[in-house]
């Protein structure tokens, strides 16, 4: 029986999971995105973080899910990363959307959606991805995600919007300044990463209407721009994945019930859902 490796590998971090028969190993490692990160950082990374924790065992497959891949280019610089620390396996890299796709839907039909520090979604067929609503990154787009939402966030401090209190909590919490934020998203690396950084102000003040109003406009705007594009979305289930999406399950029900469509699964990772799909798939 081969053994697998399997990975989920976002901006924020990387899950990866070691199928040998039915003993698994799992490692965490820093985020993995190709429009952040070059070949050489890349393979430096896996090299450290995990290829230095399954010492001895070299996978006979591996199967890699990653954000940043809807380019051919940067498929071709992770793929070449994983050939130089694993040359034997036999390696297959795409998009972290079809590895939503998988875990969410397994090989039903169903409209699938990632919700994490950025966000996407599609038309799933139960093998392949059929459509795709454009993702544009979190400057003009990642509507609904992590960095969408703590744009948010940081505008309504900046602006000053927030109420006294809502002010008070936020200085308390994060103790910055405009200063450091605008350098921050401006000038320092991983200007997305910084941005979800801010999400936990919004679970830790539910309730309030201005973080409600965050929370509901930015989903709003995903199902907008995205979700009800799919007119297969209004006779299948629609599908969530990501912390994000875990994180606010009662918002995306709503909003479900609102636009009249069906919430299927709401889950906070793909990872078991992939190692379901994987072993089935022995």
């Known amino acids: 029986m081969s053994i697998k490796l399997i990975a989920d590998c976002g901006s924020t971090k990387s899950d990866w999971c070691l199928l040998d028969g039915k003993k698994k190993k799992t ?8 429009y952040f990160l070059n070949g050489v950082q890349i393979e430096e990374l896996i090299r450290l973080e995990l290829k230095n924790k399954i010492k001895g065992i070299e996978p006979d497959e591996i199967f890699y899910y990653g954000t940043g891949l809807s380019s051919p280019d940067n498929i071709k610089i992770v793929k070449k990363a994983l050939h130089n620390l694993f040359p034997v396996a036999k390696i297959m890299v795409t998009h972290d959307l079809m590895g939503a796709a ?5 090989n039903e039909k169903g409209v699938a959606c990632i919700l994490g520090t950025g966000s996407n979604s599609c038309y799933y067929n139960g093998r392949h991805i059929v459509k795709n609503s454009p993702g544009l990154g979190f400057i003009l787009g990642d509507e609904g995600s992590g960095a969408f939402l703590g744009k948010k966030v940081v505008q309504y401090y900046l602006y000053n919007t927030y109420d006294p209190d809502l002010m008070d909590r936020f200085n308390a919490k994060y103790n910055t300044n405009a200063e450091q934020i605008l350098e921050a998203v401006y000038k320092l690396p991983l200007p997305n990463r910084y941005l979800a950084g801010f999400v936990p102000f919004l679970f830790e003040n539910r309730g309030h209407f201005m973080i409600e109003n965050i929370i509901e406009d930015a989903f709003n705007e995903f199902f907008y721009q995205h979700v009800y594009k799919y007119k297969e979305s209004w006779t299948l ?3 969530f994945i990501g912390s994000v999406a875990f994180g606010f399950k009662d918002v995306l029900k709503t909003m479900c019930d609102t636009y009249e469509l069906q919430l299927g699964k709401v889950l906070k990772s793909p990872m078991d859902g992939l190692i379901k799909y994987h072993m089935a798939d022995a």
């Open 237 to 239: 289930p629609v599908n």
């Open 27 to 34: 490692i965490i490692t820093q985020g993995i995105s190709p």
């Open 102 to 106: 998988k875990a969410l839907c397994g």
